[in-house]
């Protein structure tokens, strides 16, 4: 009986705290606000107005502009170090990204929302990652990101959103790197 009563207890508190854990890091919608849905389609309508002058800024100091990457396939992937869920879809990230390893068509750019290039390159480093990071140069428009991360934003080669994804997700499943694939082969 106290095993069961102990082993009980410890899967309630695991619960807890990953539930606190993904609190920390989802911004939860308030009573009033716009479904998922609803923001799906605005940012879908935004189609980039105005943001194709969002820049970001690499390790070596360079900026880069969304308006210089029009002509290719974009995916923004914003993150943080102590954002469990960023951490937990990175592997599938840089396994997506080797998969277009070589293409000319498209960018990969992991933009650290906290802005400390160094901690965030340290950590690349020790898991290694092999992927393009940057911070952002400027604000960032809400059609990118709102309040939640990680958040992944996929442009076209005209610069359009085509996709905003809020949390994590498995990036090395096949049918994201199809999607890229059309993106790309699209005129």
């Not at 969304?66 to 990175?90: R, S």
Request: charged share 20%; aromatic share 6%; net charge negative.
């Amino acid at each position: 009986m106290q095993i069961k009563f102990n082993r009980i207890v410890t899967q309630l508190g695991v619960l807890i705290i990953a539930a606190s854990t993904l609190a920390a890091c989802e911004n939860r919608q308030k009573a009033g606000e716009s479904t998922v849905q609803e923001q799906h389609e605005a940012v879908k309508d935004t189609t980039m107005k105005g943001t194709g002058n969002v820049a970001f800024t690499d390790q070596k100091g360079q900026v880069v502009t969304l308006d210089a990457l029009k002509g290719k396939v974009v995916f923004i992937n914003f993150w943080a170090t102590w954002c469990p869920p960023c951490i937990h879809e990175m592997p599938s990230i840089n396994s997506l990204r080797n998969t277009f390893k070589g293409n000319q068509h498209i960018e990969f750019l992991m933009v650290d929302v906290d802005n400390d290039i160094e901690k965030s390159a340290a950590f690349l480093k020790e898991n290694n990652y092999d992927l393009p990071l940057y911070t952002p140069s400027g604000d960032i428009p809400p059609e990118f990101l709102g309040a939640s991360i990680p958040t992944t934003v996929i442009l076209d080669k005209k610069g359009q959103i085509v996709e905003r994804l809020e949390g994590s997700r498995d990036y090395a499943a096949p049918e994201i790197a199809k999607a890229l694939e059309e993106l790309i082969n699209a005129n």
